[in-house]
């Protein structure tokens, strides 16, 4: 028999089939642990693979024989759409240089503003207003301010349909680009 030490002061016996099944098992673990990074590996390539696909070549190709959308002979269509992106710095420096240009772009509107109640859109001077009240009656304060994704992506939508200058990139991460989607027939 083998013995094996579960915890400092208790050995337990095990027998030498015991001791060959979780050699075993342990074994099993470390080869499907193997084989789920490969896989995920794997994975990612393909996710690359197809967002080259989406995003590069269907869109050229389209664009080449002048089309934005089309059906295919098994009843599926494919549609070359704009697509967009946008996101502000996480770091708190270059987020209140993204959001000073928004106020000064006349999209302050889109920043929310809380302080203990929840200011919306545009309503910064009543949070301001809020927090100096707040303070000078002597309550600690906590001010977060924070603009919706989803609405910062409509909004750079809005302003390439229109034509207007993007947020700079180098105060945003900004994309702007065709897309390809397939709607497969049911």
């Given at each position: 028999?083998?013995?094996?030490?579960?915890?400092?002061?208790?050995?337990?016996?095990?027998s030498?089939?015991?001791?060959?099944?979780?050699?075993?098992l342990?074994?099993?673990?470390?080869?499907?642990?193997?084989?789920?990074?490969a896989?995920?590996?794997?994975?990612?390539?393909?996710q690359?693979?197809?967002?080259?696909?989406?995003?590069?070549?269907?869109?050229?190709?389209?664009q080449?024989?002048?089309?934005?959308?089309?059906?295919l002979?098994?009843?599926s269509s494919?549609?070359?759409?704009?697509?967009?992106?946008?996101?502000i710095?996480?770091?708190?420096?270059?987020?209140?240089t993204?959001?000073?240009?928004?106020?000064?772009?006349?999209?302050?509107?889109?920043?929310?503003?809380?302080?203990?109640?929840?200011?919306?859109?545009?309503?910064?001077g009543?949070?301001?207003?809020?927090?100096?009240?707040?303070?000078?009656?002597?309550y600690?304060?906590?001010?977060?301010?924070?603009v919706?994704?989803?609405?910062?992506?409509?909004?750079?939508?809005?302003?390439?349909?229109?034509?207007?200058?993007?947020?700079?990139?180098?105060l945003?991460?900004?994309?702007?680009?065709?897309?390809?989607?397939?709607?497969?027939?049911?």
């Amino acid at each position: 028999m083998t013995k094996i030490n579960f915890e400092e002061d208790k050995l337990e016996s095990v027998s030498n089939e015991d001791a060959s099944t979780i050699g075993d098992l342990c074994q099993q673990l470390v080869d499907a642990e193997t084989e789920i990074e490969a896989l995920k590996k794997v994975l990612q390539q393909k996710q690359e693979l197809a967002l080259e696909i989406k995003q590069v070549k269907i869109p050229q190709w389209m664009q080449d024989k002048n089309l934005s959308q089309l059906k295919l002979n098994d009843g599926s269509s494919v549609e070359v759409k704009n697509f967009y992106g946008i996101s502000i710095p996480k770091d708190p420096d270059g987020k209140s240089t993204a959001y000073q240009w928004l106020r000064d772009n006349n999209l302050g509107d889109l920043i929310k503003n809380e302080i203990a109640a929840r200011f919306g859109r545009n309503e910064d001077g009543k949070a301001l207003d809020f927090a100096k009240l707040a303070t000078a009656n002597g309550y600690e304060v906590q001010q977060t301010l924070k603009v919706e994704p989803m609405t910062l992506k409509a909004t750079l939508r809005e302003l390439h349909e229109k034509g207007a200058a993007l947020p700079p990139e180098d105060l945003f991460k900004t994309f702007v680009g065709r897309q390809a989607k397939v709607v497969r027939k049911k």
